[in-house]
């Protein structure tokens, strides 16, 4: 059996037992987000997947509803558009559970690069010819490094040029290694470090 099938039977078990288990958790942010602020418990944003493949990633809402008719795709700590309750699963990386059910689809991993919006993809073409040979996923060492990446972008005056041309480039340099790299082993310690991650922030 090869090493990218077993990583994704790997993610099919996963995300499965991990929205199994989450589900109460599912259920109590759902209401908390209707009870936050007005719009959709879920956000879903197109992203460029495997083979330049673009998919709806979905998260829970952290945003005013329309938020990304409202301004830049990347956002800082210090965005307005940002809701009281966002805050917080921004934080926490809740946001990002709902991730489990684009794994169980297939359309990313548990593991592998970040996904982003065509627009940085285009502009760094070259490179996601390569970081789209596999399925984007939920954390990789990137991810880790920039952990709290808005509240670094929150300190510059403009922050989507800070991310464009200082954060993507060196975040794009870190998923190149992991996908030139990686194993099971790997995504199992990537894994278990971003839930140490983010049991630290939370």
Do not use: C
Not at 60 to 84: H, L, P, Q, Y
Not at 190 to 196: A, D, E, F, P
């Amino acid at each position: 059996m090869s090493i990218a099938m077993l990583k994704r039977l790997f993610d099919i078990f996963f995300s499965f037992l991990g929205l199994l288990v989450l589900a109460a958790l599912f259920v109590v942010v759902a209401i908390l987000v209707k009870i936050d602020s007005k719009g959709p418990v879920f956000f879903r944003h197109t992203r460029m997947g495997r083979g330049f493949k673009p998919f709806h990633v979905y998260k829970f809402r952290t945003m005013v509803n329309g938020a990304e008719r409202m301004g830049a795709s990347v956002t800082a700590s210090s965005d307005k558009r940002i809701t009281r309750l966002g805050r917080l699963l921004r934080k926490t990386k809740i946001d990002e559970l709902p991730q489990l059910l684009n794994v169980l689809k297939g359309d990313m991993s548990l593991v592998g690069p970040r996904p982003e919006v065509r627009e940085y993809v285009e502009l760094y073409a070259s490179e996601y010819r390569r970081l789209l040979s596999v399925r984007p996923g939920i954390t990789d060492p990137a991810s880790l490094r920039y952990a709290e990446e808005e509240g670094v972008l929150a300190l510059s005056p403009s922050w989507e040029e800070e991310y464009r041309k200082k954060i993507l480039p060196d975040k794009i340099k870190l998923s190149l290694e992991y996908v030139e790299n990686h194993s099971l082993v790997m995504d199992v310690s990537l894994i278990l470090k971003t839930v140490v991650k983010a049991a630290r922030l939370g």
